[in-house]
């Protein structure tokens, strides 16, 4: 079976620090990957998407960078934090095919900026 | 743009209350409607895809409907351990996988 692991579980960061959040898939291989972000109350914004290593694509512009360094690693990044960037950041991952097949999340990571 | 529309915002519910939480979607060309549980401080679980009008999926005291713009979770005889957000999502004209969501329904059921 597959399992997604997502750390760290909480951060508190100053404005202006750097950011890095990392997210792995294991039982699978060549996944689409997907950073997503919740802020309270509200839906899940996508952040960004990978079909394949180091093909990333954004989805909204802002502060923030993806890589896929390896098949089943993707990693959040930033180099200058807002406050406006604190939120619940989710990893989820999905088969490649079918098309219409589900994401599956990890548990996210909670970001403070202060 | 492709929208996704939940209601109500919060339910509340007495144990053994069934009830029905909304979700409509504005986009043509579906490729499937996804409903999630989440729970606090935790990512959504994934609990049901439906792709066409018509179908129907049940899990436990859960089941899922779709139509051509709407799709209900409806929730019999709903225990206390039922209380979550429950999210909805469309796939619909957008390729990889991108989901829509809404902002989902916190159900709280009492005991």
């Known amino acids: 079976s597959q399992t997604i692991h997502q750390w760290p579980a909480t951060l508190v960061q100053p404005v202006g620090s750097p950011l890095s959040l990392e997210c792995t898939v294991e039982?699978?291989?060549?996944?689409?990957l997907y950073w997503y972000r919740q802020a309270a109350g509200r839906g899940l914004q996508l952040l960004f998407y990978?079909?394949?290593?180091?093909?990333i694509s954004s989805e909204v512009p802002q502060n923030l960078s993806a890589s896929r360094p390896q098949d089943r690693q993707f990693i959040l990044s930033s180099k200058k934090l807002l406050l406006s960037d604190s939120g619940f950041y989710l990893c989820?991952?999905?088969?490649?095919?079918?098309?219409?097949?589900?994401?599956?999340f990890g548990n996210g990571t909670r970001l403070t900026v202060t | 743009e492709d929208q996704v529309t939940q209601s109500p915002e919060a339910l509340r519910l007495q144990e053994g209350e069934s009830s029905s939480l909304n979700c409509s979607y504005t986009?043509?060309?579906?490729?499937?409607l996804f409903w999630y549980r989440q729970d606090p401080g935790k990512g959504p679980e994934f609990l049901f895809t439906l792709y066409s009008a018509g179908e129907e999926k049940e899990k436990e005291r859960l089941k899922a409907t779709l139509t051509k713009k709407e799709s209900f979770l409806h929730i019999t005889a709903p225990k206390p351990e039922d209380s979550a957000t429950y999210l909805c999502?469309?796939?619909?004209?957008?390729?990889?996988?991108?989901?829509?969501f809404g902002q989902g329904t916190i159900l709280t059921v009492h005991p």
């Open positions: 999502a469309d796939a619909g004209g957008t390729s990889y996988g991108k989901l829509t």
């Open positions: 989820a991952w999905r088969f490649t095919s079918p098309y219409n097949s589900p994401l599956h």
């Open positions: 990978s079909v394949g290593i180091g093909q």
């Open positions: 039982g699978t291989s060549n996944p689409n």
């Open positions: 986009v043509s060309g579906l490729r499937g």
